[in-house]
């Protein structure tokens, strides 16, 4: 990412991104793993969406955030969601 659009992703994974998946953002950077697009508005109006450069080092789901494994080459491998709605995604 050019360093203006990593100024605006990361405001925008501060301020806008929900708790759970920070916390599974954080853990993955720390091992890591870095962010390689963040944008919004999708998957649902509001929601903020964030994909990651390597797959994911660990398993993160817990009861806010679920794990789903897409394996799909044209998509991408796996994505951690939130529950609730607007949808929030941390894809890799």
Do not use: K
Not at 45 to 58: A, C
Not at 68 to 82: E, I
Request: negative net charge; glycine residues 4%.
């Amino acid at each position: 990412m050019p360093p203006a659009s990593r100024a605006t992703a990361l405001e925008l994974l501060n301020t806008r991104l929900r708790p759970a998946l920070q916390a599974v953002l954080a853990a993955e950077v720390a091992a890591g793993n870095r962010v390689s697009d963040a944008g919004v508005d999708w998957p649902d109006p509001g929601s903020v969406h964030v994909t990651l450069r390597d797959h994911f080092g660990d398993r993160h789901a817990n009861e806010t955030v679920a794990f789903s494994l897409c394996d799909d080459p044209h998509y991408w491998h796996a994505d951690y969601s939130t529950v609730d709605t607007p949808r929030h995604l941390l894809i890799c």
